[in-house]
């Protein structure tokens, strides 16, 4: 795990634990109802929000684990495959691990990783082996992408205070309770990880210099 501000981890806990707890019961509606879109998207959008924030504070076990998720949601979603009883029994396994993380986290201990099975349990190709499944997830390639620079890094933390960055919005404002809410914490995440910054104005090319007199 990085070194990150107190506050910011503390805003993560908080956020990670209500994503959590509503986990349970929106997997269990779309176990029901496989095809509610609507709650498909909110159950992805769950896993991605912790996962974008689990690499913002580098905590790899818990991106492996909601990048192995999210890989079979984005699957379903995008209508290249069908969620099975087993891809809705690897989730409600993965939220008890998810939780022990996130309580590790809270101890301030390092967490532990998933077991391989659950990890190869959410594969909807099939044909890779549970190693292999793991190991994926917890390449670069995959998690990279969830990993931020010390500048970017930099400009969260303005924007989570009240700094303004070069190349941000204008920071969110906080509740009463001085937490952000779980819309603005996943929009400063997707403006970190390639998401277009609203509002931004392509910067025109200056002219170029007029020939110096002879």
């Excluded at 019961?25 to 912790?50: C, I, M």
């Excluded at 890779?128 to 995959?142: D, H, K, M, V």
């Amino acid at each position: 795990m990085s070194a990150v501000a107190d506050d910011i981890t503390a805003d993560f806990i908080i956020e990670a634990q209500e994503i959590l707890d509503r986990l349970g019961e929106q997997l269990v509606s779309l176990e029901q109802a496989p095809q509610d879109n609507d709650q498909l998207n909110a159950v992805f959008r769950g896993y991605h929000t912790l996962k974008g924030g689990a690499g913002f504070l580098g905590i790899t076990a818990m991106v492996e684990l909601c990048h192995a998720a999210e890989e079979a949601l984005g699957a379903a979603r995008a209508g290249q495959a069908v969620l099975q009883a087993h891809h809705f029994d690897a989730a409600q396994q993965s939220l008890d691990y998810l939780q022990s993380m996130l309580d590790a986290v809270s101890a301030g201990t390092e967490p532990g990783y998933a077991p391989p099975e659950l990890i190869a349990q959410f594969d909807v190709h099939g044909g890779a082996s549970p190693a292999s499944n793991a190991a994926a997830a917890a390449t670069p390639a995959a998690a990279g992408s969830d990993l931020i620079t010390d500048d970017e890094f930099e400009a969260l933390l303005d924007q989570l205070h009240g700094g303004s960055a070069p190349t941000a919005v204008a920071p969110p404002k906080k509740a009463d309770d001085g937490l952000i809410s779980e819309d603005e914490f996943e929009a400063l995440l997707d403006q970190l990880h390639g998401g277009a910054v609203p509002g931004a104005k392509p910067v025109a090319a200056a002219p170029a210099p007029a020939p110096a007199p002879r």
